[in-house]
């Protein structure tokens, strides 16, 4: 009977009977065929050529220049599956009115390890009204380091904000520029794990109390990479 290694379980013939060859063989072939990047033409040869598929599985595109990866439903970006995480807000969320205190951006969290330095960036969708505006705050866990930046409207609808900021909790206000108004910020950042693992958080509030809707909208969303 053939055994196999004991790393990736690949079948390999033992002892002197050469009938265990050809079995171990084909064991062989069909436990590293799987583990190849297949070569396609492009996306049409590949449809009509990949009959059986399961989840890791890689695949190159000739004609379009690129590989992507099986993620059990769906050929998707090998870029997004390298990446440590990626999150996004599926349902807009309605921040608590007159209020200025912060509350987690439901999906926009990112659980890590109690050591690594990670680099994080995204974009937010939001509406505010001029009165309230709006302010936005990172949590990190106990002993972690970080800096972000965020590019977006200044409070009061005036002047760009380019804003670095260090310390967990601590906000930098956006503009609003009235419900019906949606706008977009960009954020870049890198935290640096200090002994104790914990969740990377969003948190979102009015920066002004102010009775009016504000919104942190869907499509919202954050990638996240381990640099060390």
């Known amino acids: 009977m053939p055994t196999v290694t004991p790393d990736q379980g690949l079948s390999l013939p033992i002892g002197p009977d050469i009938a265990n060859n050809p079995a171990a063989f084909n064991n062989f072939v069909a436990g ?4 190849l990047v297949r070569q396609y033409t492009d996306l049409a040869d590949r449809t009509a050529r990949q009959l059986v598929v399961a989840e890791n599985e890689l695949s190159g595109l000739g004609t379009e220049n690129r590989v992507e990866v ?3 439903t769906n050929n998707i970006s090998l870029r997004t599956r390298a990446n440590f995480l ?7 969320q309605v921040l608590t009115a007159s209020s200025t205190v912060l509350q987690n951006v439901t999906n ?6 109690s050591a690594g330095l990670f680099q994080f960036r995204g974009r937010i969708f939001y509406e505010a009204s001029t009165t309230a505006d709006i302010k936005f705050a990172w949590t990190i866990p106990a002993g972690a380091n970080m800096r972000w930046g965020i590019n977006g409207l200044g409070p009061g609808g005036t002047n760009p904000v380019y804003t670095a900021i260090t310390g967990s909790g601590t906000a930098t206000p956006l503009g609003g520029l ?5 706008l977009m910020a960009l954020f870049d950042a890198e935290v640096s794990m200090g002994g104790t693992a ?6 979102g509030a009015q920066n002004t109390s102010d009775a009016s809707v504000t919104t942190v909208f869907d499509r919202t969303f954050m990638e996240v990479w381990r640099v060390s």
């Open 32 to 35: 590293v065929e799987p583990r």
């Open 70 to 72: 099986y993620n059990g």
């Open 86 to 92: 990626t999150t996004r807000i599926a349902v807009s």
């Open 108 to 113: 926009m969290v990112a659980t890590l390890p």
């Open 178 to 182: 009235g419900v019906g108004s949606v």
């Open 198 to 203: 914990g969740n990377l958080q969003l948190q």
